[in-house]
T-cell receptor, first 112, second 113 residues
Framework: DTAVSQTPKYLVTQMGNDKSIKCEQN?????MYWYKQDSKKFLKIMFS???????INETVPNRFSPKSPDKAHLNLHINSLELGDSAVYFC???????????FGDGTRLSIL | KNQVEQSPQSLIILEGKNCTLQ??????????LRWYKQDTGRGPVSLTI?????NTKSNGRYTATLDADTKQSSLHITASQLSDSASYIC????????????FGAGTRLAVHP
């Protein structure tokens, strides 16, 4: 019954690898987001999609590529992982951009 | 620069006591202000969302206030419980050409028995 679900919950991998994180929401929302939360707990938006269209693309290295196959899914692929990519990545969704966002429980990415 | 600053950075209170968390922002133009609660190891959960015209909004024991003139908001927690231990994050959405969310660093609240 989880509204916004992310997989995997934990991801430990080596520098230079390519990895993907998946996100699905069953709330019928039309807008989905990816956030990065660093060690200081600051949440920073990375991407936002509305009806599968990219509407926000913050200053994120192009090693990060979001993909939205449909309104209910927003996946994040990361190429050539670097040590600085270690963080917790949160997926969220909302109905429009002015309504509260519902967050997943995060994917804890650790780069060795 | 559009910013959201929260105080205190951390707070310890005894169970049953009240507390107030502060949020000051410089985001302009302003659309709405949100308070989220983030438990350890979980994603943030929305507590309240207030627009320019709203001064106060309650959600159970949580009451948020907003003064759009001074660009200040507070979150008051009444009769705290151990389960209130979490980070509380203030988020401001701009409007017009600055239609994005700016997150504060959060206040870490610990409620002790």
């Amino acid at each position: 019954d989880t509204a916004v679900s992310q997989t995997p919950k934990y991801l430990v991998t080596q520098m230079g690898n390519d990895k993907s994180i998946k996100c699905e929401q069953n709330l019928g929302h039309d807008t989905m987001y990816w956030y990065k939360q660093d060690s200081k707990k600051f949440l920073k938006i990375m991407f936002s999609y509305n009806n599968k269209e990219l509407i926000i693309n913050e200053t994120v290295p192009n090693r990060f590529s979001p993909k939205s196959p449909d309104k209910a899914h927003l996946n994040l692929h990361i190429n050539s992982l670097e040590l600085g990519d270690s963080a917790v990545y949160f997926c969220a969704s909302s109905q429009g951009s002015h309504q509260p966002q519902h967050f997943g429980d995060g994917t804890r990415l650790s780069i060795l | 620069k559009n910013q959201v600053e929260q105080s205190p950075q951390s707070l310890i209170i005894l169970e049953g006591k009240n507390c107030t968390l502060q949020c000051n922002y410089t985001v302009s133009p302003f659309s709405n202000l949100r308070w989220y609660k983030q438990d350890t190891g979980r994603g943030p959960v929305s507590l309240t969302i207030m627009t320019f015209s709203e001064n106060t909004k309650s959600n159970g024991r949580y009451t948020a206030t907003l003064d759009a003139d001074t660009k200040q908001s507070s979150l008051h927690i009444t009769a705290s419980q151990l389960s209130d231990s979490a980070s509380y994050i203030c988020v401001v959405r701009g409007s017009g050409g600055y239609n994005k969310l700016i997150f504060g660093a959060g206040t870490r609240l610990a409620v002790h028995p």
